[in-house]
C-alpha cells in the first residue's frame, strides 16, 4: 500500500498564511491525498480545527515547524510545541515526545538554514525534507538531498504551502501502513513533487504587507489600546 502525505502545510495559525483549517482541507481532498501535517511555526493552535474539518479519510498529523537558533525543524507527531532553542535541545523535545524530527529546507540560505555541528545535527534527526516545493533554487533541494545520502538518512517532501493552490505541489509517499514516525524512522519515504515555485513567495510577501497595513491603520484608528 502506497500513501501520499503533503508534511509541510501551514494554515492561518502562522503569521506567513492566510488560509483557514477547511479551505486546507478542501485543497489536500483536491489534491487526492491520503494526509497532510500541519505544520504552522511553533504552535499546534489550529490542529484541532482542520482535523474537526477532515473526512475520515484525511490523516491529520499534529505537527509544528519549529524556529531553531539556525534552520527549521518539522516536528512531526507531537502533541506540544518544541521550544525555540538551538538545534539539538529541538530534537531531543520532539523525541521526548514521541514525534520524528525532519530538517526542514535545511540548506535554502535565502530563508533560515543550517551551517555548523551538521555531523551531530545528522545523527539526532530522523530524516531530511529533501524536496520543498518554495526552494526557488534547484540547488537548495540537490544538496538537502546529497546530505541525506551521505548520512543515510530518509528523505521526505513537502509543498510548504501557505495557500491552498501550492497543497500537494510535493509530498512523501508512503510504503505500508502505520504512523509516519515509524514511516520515517524506518526508511519507508519517498520525496516527490517539484520546487521553484517563486510566486508562493510573491503571495506571502503580499499577505504580510497587507496584515501589517490593516494593523497600522488599526492603531491609528485607535481600534488597538
Not at 68 to 79: P, S, V
Not at 84 to 113: E, I
Not at 116 to 133: C, F, H, P, W
Not at 172 to 190: C, K, Q
Amino acid at each position: 500500500m502506497i500513501r501520499r502525505f503533503d508534511l509541510q502545510v501551514h494554515t492561518n495559525a502562522s503569521p506567513c498564511s492566510s488560509t483557514p483549517p477547511e479551505r486546507v482541507v478542501a485543497a489536500a481532498v483536491d489534491a487526492g491525498l491520503d494526509g497532510i501535517a500541519i505544520t504552522d511555526h511553533d504552535t499546534v493552535a489550529n490542529v484541532k480545527a482542520v482535523r474537526e474539518a477532515a473526512p475520515d479519510a484525511l490523516d491529520v498529523i499534529s505537527a509544528v515547524e519549529v524556529t531553531t537558533t539556525e534552520g527549521h525543524l518539522l516536528a512531526l507527531d507531537i502533541a506540544e510545541p518544541p521550544p525555540q532553542a538551538d538545534p539539538l535541545t529541538v530534537v531531543d523535545h520532539v523525541h521526548d515526545q514521541g514525534g520524528a524530527a525532519v530538517l526542514s529546507h535545511p540548506f535554502d540560505s535565502l530563508r533560515q538554514y543550517y551551517q555548523t555541528d551538521l555531523k551531530a545535527l545528522a545523527d539526532a534527526i530522523d530524516g531530511v525534507e529533501t524536496v520543498n516545493s518554495r526552494c526557488i533554487r534547484r540547488r537548495f533541494n540537490e544538496r538537502a538531498a546529497a546530505f541525506a545520502t551521505a548520512y543515510d538518512l530518509p528523505a521526505t517532501g513537502g509543498s510548504d504551502a501557505h495557500f491552498p493552490i501550492e497543497v500537494g505541489r510535493a509530498y512523501t509517499t508512503i510504503e505500508g501502513d502505520g504512523s509516519i514516525v515509524n514511516a520515517v524512522r524506518d526508511g519507508r519515504t519517498r520525496p516527490e513533487g517539484r520546487g521553484r515555485y517563486l510566486s508562493g513567495h510573491v503571495a506571502t510577501k503580499l499577505h504580510q504587507f497587507r496584515t501589517a497595513s490593516s494593523h497600522i491603520t488599526n492603531l491609528a484608528s485607535g481600534r488597538f489600546p
